[in-house]
């Protein structure tokens, strides 16, 4: 199986997050005919990818610090 490095791992991220927080004036021309409901739905899935996309590279740092001290 062809895993990803820690470092790999950690860019992919950061790049989502990236994406998704460029993102967010497109988003809102994007939902801006939708119903405040399904706007709402939107923004608050947006939202929340950001936010478990910023915990997993918090885990992958520390997963690096661990490997780290590890191997030293």
């Not at 989502?16 to 460029?22: K, N, S, T, V």
């Not at 885990?59 to 780290?68: D, G, I, M, Q, Y």
Request: proline residues 3%; hydrophobic residues 40%; glycine residues 0%.
């Amino acid at each position: 199986m062809n895993q990803l490095s820690i470092d790999q791992r950690i860019t992919r991220a950061q790049r989502l997050l990236q994406m998704i927080e460029d993102d967010a004036p497109l988003l809102e021309m994007r939902v801006a005919p939708l119903s405040r409901e399904h706007q709402e739905s939107a923004k608050s899935h947006a939202m929340l990818l950001a936010e478990l996309t910023r915990a997993e590279i918090k885990k992958l740092r520390k997963e690096k610090t661990k490997a780290a001290r590890t191997d030293a």
